[in-house]
């Protein structure tokens, strides 16, 4: 055998070594891919934890909860809880104020709602209908007339400075929290936070919004009886609100809520 023949052989043998021994290298897509199936087992828990009942199940239990919260802000509104001390509002915060007491947040239509209610309850203004055509009309004509003698209120409020808000007491008992929730319908704290003023801007924001729903009720087309009866409902209806915002932390307990 020659030399040429032997050397032939060699690299033979030495090429068929390094195939036997030579891996393809692994593509880094497959190797993600591989990874991914090795995790298949855990996928259906992954599944049962977002089940779209549960999940739907949970959201509504937490709206119910959040809706019976009287503290929460849905009910009660703006107000300044009895361990906090009042500070004069800044010009940016009186704006959020107006805008979360008029548009922006569920009680501000939850109250015409139930006014609206009320309304059709009596068959007020008679003119309008029993049915649901009857109880828009009348909740449009309350929003109407709010959203007109909150702007008013706020307008004069920022212009004397007055506070807003209502405080909680920090007194104890039932007769003097409810006292003092009546009284706070009727005067207000000043720039300094300290000395009581008559609610100006408030009752004379109601009389204007009273005055300014004449426009499209049907009767009496008279602005001064509307306006005035406004004024009327605020006592009672501002004290109304005084009070529940007063005691929530009490009926949020009764109900369980906290």
């Known amino acids: 055998m020659t030399i040429r023949s032997v050397t032939v052989c060699v690299l033979l043998l030495v090429g068929r070594g390094k195939a036997q021994t030579s891996q393809p290298e692994q593509n880094p897509n497959q190797k993600s891919e591989q990874e991914q ?3 298949l087992p855990d996928e259906p828990k992954k599944q049962e934890s977002e089940n779209p009942v ?3 199940k949970d959201a509504a239990a937490a709206g119910l909860k959040k809706a019976r919260d009287w503290e929460s802000g849905w009910i009660a509104g703006e107000y300044v809880g009895r ?3 009042l500070v004069s509002p800044t010009r940016e915060q009186r704006e959020q104020i107006y805008l979360r007491q008029t548009l922006t947040t569920p009680e501000a239509y939850l109250k015409r709602m139930f006014a609206a209610a009320i309304d059709q309850a009596r068959g007020v203004p008679y003119q309008w209908d029993d049915g649901w055509a009857g109880y828009a009309e009348r909740f449009a004509s309350r929003e109407g007339q709010f959203i007109a003698a909150n702007s008013l209120a706020a307008l004069g409020n920022a212009e004397l400075g007055y506070e807003v808000r209502y405080d909680q007491c920090k007194c104890h008992g039932l007769w003097p929290r409810t006292k003092h929730a009546f009284i706070r319908n009727l005067v207000t704290y ?3 936070e300290e ?9 004379a924001g109601a009389f204007g919004g009273g005055a300014i729903a004449t426009a499209w009720k049907p009767s009496p087309k008279n602005a001064y009886v509307n306006g005035g009866r406004a004024a009327a409902e605020q006592v009672g209806w501002g004290t ?4 529940f915002t007063e005691f ?3 009926i949020n307990r009764k109900q369980g809520v906290r």
């Open 190 to 192: 000043d720039r300094s």
């Open 240 to 243: 109304l609100l005084n009070f």
């Open 248 to 250: 929530s932390k009490e």
């Open 195 to 203: 000395h009581l003023r008559p609610q100006l801007a408030l009752y």
């Open 83 to 85: 361990n906090r001390k």
């Open 54 to 56: 549960v999940l739907t």
């Open 37 to 39: 199936q090795q995790k």
